[in-house]
């Protein structure tokens, strides 16, 4: 159980990883032009990235450290509620679901795999 949760964990957390990233440091004027939304504002898309980053280190660290891993799991909860939100916030607004659906399987999978592991 632990090593297909490191498997599936680590690709979920690179995926969270560089998305998140991206909404961080990209500027104002290129996240306009490529993914921001005219409905979400420049603070809302960083506060996004953040949750996406932590989520990803949440889901990595504690195991890795030994310290609070029933912290990983959670983590893969609150990655999968947020993309819950995104699939809500996506087909309300008729744009393509399926990745943030894909993602949100993935979260509840690594959240599976790492209450098994370590609850």
Do not use: C, N
Not at 24 to 34: D, F
Not at 55 to 62: D, E, N, T, W, Y
Not at 64 to 86: D, F, N, S
């Amino acid at each position: 159980m632990t090593i297909a949760y490191w498997i599936v964990a680590a690709i979920l957390a690179l995926v969270f990883l560089a998305a998140g990233a991206s909404k961080l440091v990209q500027s104002e004027e290129k996240a306009r032009a490529s993914v921001l939304p005219e409905r979400r504002s420049l603070g809302t898309e960083r506060f996004i990235g953040a949750v996406e980053v932590v989520g990803a280190l949440g889901l990595i660290l504690p195991p890795l450290t030994g310290i609070a891993v029933i912290l990983a799991p959670v983590a893969a909860v609150g990655l999968a509620v947020t993309m819950l939100i995104a699939v809500a916030d996506h087909v309300r607004h008729s744009e393509p679901f399926p990745p943030a659906l894909v993602l949100m399987v993935v979260s509840i999978a690594v959240a599976v795999l790492g209450f098994l592991a370590w609850a």
